[in-house]
């Protein structure tokens, strides 16, 4: 961070690991060491074998329940706003950021995923809802569903692909690539 003047670290941040509040305390310093270069990559979901790996034994819908809990905590701290929050997955009394970040309110978040579970919290929470880089049909569906469900918050989301460009001799070789990092 000491040594960069432009480049911004996008952090990714797996709720289920990390309360919201200790979380919203390391955002807030990464924000402001990096003189406002924090992004944040919210990860609700992911392989079952890495989230037990990290202790994470929720299902899915509870996985993205316990996420959009945790987002309306984390914003609201780093909002400045003290917060008393009693939900089915986080419970705080009273908390409270003592060093706002430099981006207000909030460092921006990303975050993907293409379930319903997913679209709302991208919808409720997020500035920046990646897709994968599936068909230009899926990825347009996906967009307007969040696009909607935003808009009807009153909210307004951004979009980007999170795409893997994989270059081999042939396209065979580029297939075999691509399914050994799958």
Same mark, same amino acid.
């Given at each position: 961070?000491?040594?960069? @003047?432009?480049?911004? %670290? ?46 994470? %034994?929720?299902?899915?819908? @509870? ?6 809990? %945790?987002?309306?905590?984390? &914003? ?5 706003? #003290? ?9 705080? $009394? ?8 430099? @981006? ?15 679209? $709302? ?12 880089? #599936? ?6 569906? &996906?967009? @307007? ?27 065979? $070789? ?9």
């Amino acid at each position: 961070i000491p040594v960069t @003047q432009r480049l911004k %670290f996008l952090v990714a941040l797996r709720p289920s690991t990390i309360s919201p509040t200790v979380s919203a305390r390391v955002a807030a310093t990464l924000d402001r060491l990096s003189q406002g270069r924090l992004l944040v990559n919210i990860v609700a979901g992911g392989d079952a074998g890495d989230l037990a790996a990290d202790g994470t %034994f929720l299902d899915h819908d @509870q996985r993205y329940a316990a996420a959009s809990e %945790f987002l309306t905590i984390w &914003k609201a701290l780093l909002s400045g706003e #003290e917060v008393s929050f009693k939900g089915q997955y986080h419970h705080v $009394e009273k908390a409270k950021q003592l060093f706002a970040p430099v @981006q207000q309110p909030h460092p921006p978040l990303f975050f993907g995923g293409s379930s319903d579970a997913a679209h $709302e919290v991208a919808a409720e929470h997020v500035e920046l809802y990646l897709s994968w880089g #599936e068909t230009l049909d899926e990825v347009a569906k &996906k967009i @307007q569903d969040v696009r909607a469900r935003a808009a009807a918050r009153g909210r307004t989301v951004r979009f980007g692909l999170r795409i893997h460009v994989i270059v081999r001799e042939t396209e065979a $070789e580029a297939w075999r690539a691509a399914n050994e990092l799958i």
